[in-house]
């Protein structure tokens, strides 16, 4: 007798009913879609996509591989130039270690009082505004103060050999300065400027 559809408990997943069994035994039960998703991209070669994931547009694949080479390209201009960087430094460490190697004890003296001297600030920048009449940042009064202290060194220097050679020794005169200048300006080595100035 019919007893009405088969709402035995499952075994496997207990409170869920198994529901009224299939009028054809002999049919196949369909498969999981999932499963039939995954069949066919099997079948078609392509991968499985979750239609929420957003897929990057055919413009953005082109942009994002044209902008590689560059960006490569750029970290070995820079790494490049790190290294270019570096191998000067070293040359110009070795022939500064090669000069003083060679310098004698008086000229050692006199290169280590060179070194630690340096314009006041303070007096670059005032002297800076009031020519310019604006007032200027810090990077600049650097700057000037360095420009200033090569200037003068470049004046003792050739003062030197100007005492040098007309026979006398230190310590330099006015004579010997006003004589430096005016050497440098032959040999195109002053600042030019629309009015002469005297120095000394």
Same mark, same amino acid.
């Given at each position: 007798?019919?007893? %009405? +559809? $088969?709402?035995?408990? =499952?075994?496997?997943?207990?409170?869920? +009913? /198994? %529901?009224?069994?299939? =009028? $054809?035994?002999?049919?196949?039960?369909?498969?999981? +879609?999932?499963? $039939?998703?995954?069949?066919?991209?099997?079948?078609?070669?392509? *991968?499985?996509?979750?239609?929420?994931? +957003?897929?990057?547009?055919?413009?953005?694949?082109?942009?994002?591989?044209?902008?590689?080479?560059?960006?490569?390209?750029?970290?070995?201009?820079?790494?490049?130039?790190?290294?270019?960087?570096?191998?000067? %430094? *070293?040359?110009?460490?070795?022939?500064?270690?090669?000069?003083?190697?060679?310098?004698?004890?008086?000229? /050692? $003296?006199?290169?280590?009082?060179?070194?630690?001297?340096?314009?006041?600030?303070?007096?670059?920048?005032?002297?800076?505004?009031?020519?310019? %009449?604006?007032?200027?940042?810090?990077?600049?009064?650097?700057?000037?103060?360095?420009?200033?202290?090569?200037?003068?060194? *470049?004046?003792?220097?050739?003062?030197?050999?100007?005492?040098?050679?007309?026979? *006398?020794?230190?310590?330099?005169?006015?004579?010997?300065?006003?004589?430096?200048?005016?050497?440098?300006?032959?040999?195109?080595?002053?600042?030019?400027?629309?009015?002469?100035?005297?120095?000394?």
């Amino acid at each position: 007798p019919d007893q %009405g +559809p $088969n709402l035995d408990v =499952s075994r496997e997943a207990p409170g869920v +009913p /198994l %529901g009224p069994e299939p =009028s $054809n035994p002999g049919r196949i039960l369909p498969r999981d +879609p999932a499963q $039939n998703a995954r069949k066919a991209s099997d079948e078609e070669g392509g *991968e499985l996509v979750h239609q929420d994931c +957003p897929q990057p547009r055919a413009g953005e694949e082109a942009d994002s591989s044209s902008r590689s080479p560059v960006a490569k390209r750029r970290k070995v201009d820079t790494e490049g130039k790190r290294g270019r960087q570096r191998e000067v %430094g *070293e040359e110009e460490a070795q022939k500064m270690r090669t000069l003083v190697a060679a310098m004698s004890k008086e000229q /050692l $003296n006199r290169y280590e009082v060179f070194r630690r001297s340096a314009f006041p600030k303070s007096t670059i920048k005032h002297l800076i505004q009031a020519v310019a %009449g604006t007032p200027v940042s810090q990077n600049v009064v650097i700057a000037m103060s360095g420009m200033a202290k090569v200037f003068v060194g *470049e004046v003792v220097e050739e003062a030197l050999d100007v005492c040098e050679k007309w026979g *006398e020794k230190p310590p330099l005169q006015p004579k010997h300065l006003k004589e430096a200048v005016r050497r440098l300006r032959e040999k195109g080595q002053m600042p030019s400027t629309k009015h002469k100035i005297l120095f000394f």
